[in-house]
Structure formats: C-alpha cells, structure tokens
C-alpha cells in the first residue's frame, strides 16, 4: 500500500475541508460546475494552487496525443480531484481517477460527490503506487 507523503496528506486534509465547506455552504442539488467553482475558490483563499480543467495527455506507444481528456481540478500539481453531483455512485469513475492517477503519475486522487445528505459520505480517496 502507498504511504502518502507530508505534502499529499497535507493537501488531502485541506481537500476534505474545502470540500465540507461548499457542501455545508450549498447543500445538495446544484451542477457539478458550481460546486467545482466554489471548490477552488476555497483552495484560492487557503493560497493552494489548482488547475481547473487541466489538460491530461495520453503516451501511448512513444507517441503523446492530446484528445481534449481533462481533469476536473488538479491541485497544487500533486492531488487529481474530480467531482460529481448525481444520485448513484458509478464504478467506472473508480476507473477513470485510477487511469488519471497512473497517466500523470501521480499517487493520490478523489472522486467527490457533492449530491449526498453529508459530504463524508460522498469523498472518496483513491491511491496507487
């Protein structure tokens, strides 16, 4: 199992709380969008770097393509988060933050859904060596 290091666990627990914050704030209800926007304007005031939208290209076969495949917000270069406002929890987003992680080569990602009663039930942490 990956051990995170001080900076993810660091940005981890800062993700948690922006999260909590728009979710407390806004409740259930709203487009995916408006919860991403808010989302990063917490990071904004917390002085954490983001990349709203962040370009992700694909190696395949020595060969890089850029086919308009995009992270929802990328922080502070380390943590992929992608978010959601729907009712059911979908498999294939667990699949789709394991392929952005191993694309970038990163280690730690989240799949936050912001359509649930308590927001603790919606964050999903996702980690890969």
């Known amino acids: 199992m990956y051990e995170l290091t001080i900076k993810e666990e660091y940005l981890c627990k800062e993700i948690v709380d922006?999260?909590?914050?728009?979710?407390?704030?806004?409740?259930?209800?709203?487009?995916?969008?408006?919860?991403?926007?808010?989302?990063?304007h917490e990071l904004m005031k917390k002085d954490i770097p983001f990349i709203r939208q962040a370009s992700l290209p694909i190696l395949y076969d020595g060969l890089y393509f850029d086919e308009g495949l995009r992270m929802d917000t990328l922080v502070d270069?380390?943590?992929?988060?992608?978010?959601?406002?729907?009712?059911?929890?979908?498999?294939?987003?667990?699949?789709?933050?394991?392929?952005?992680?191993?694309l970038t080569q990163l280690h730690v990602g989240f799949v936050i859904n912001f359509n649930v009663a308590l927001i603790k039930d919606g964050i999903r942490r996702y980690c890969v060596e």
Not at 77 to 102: G, P, R, Y
């Open 18 to 40: 922006c999260a909590y914050k728009v979710h407390s704030q806004l409740g259930p209800g709203l487009l995916e969008k408006i919860y991403e926007a808010c989302f990063c």
């Open 77 to 102: 270069e380390t943590v992929i988060c992608e978010f959601k406002a729907v009712e059911t929890v979908n498999k294939i987003w667990e699949a789709q933050i394991i392929s952005h992680l191993k």
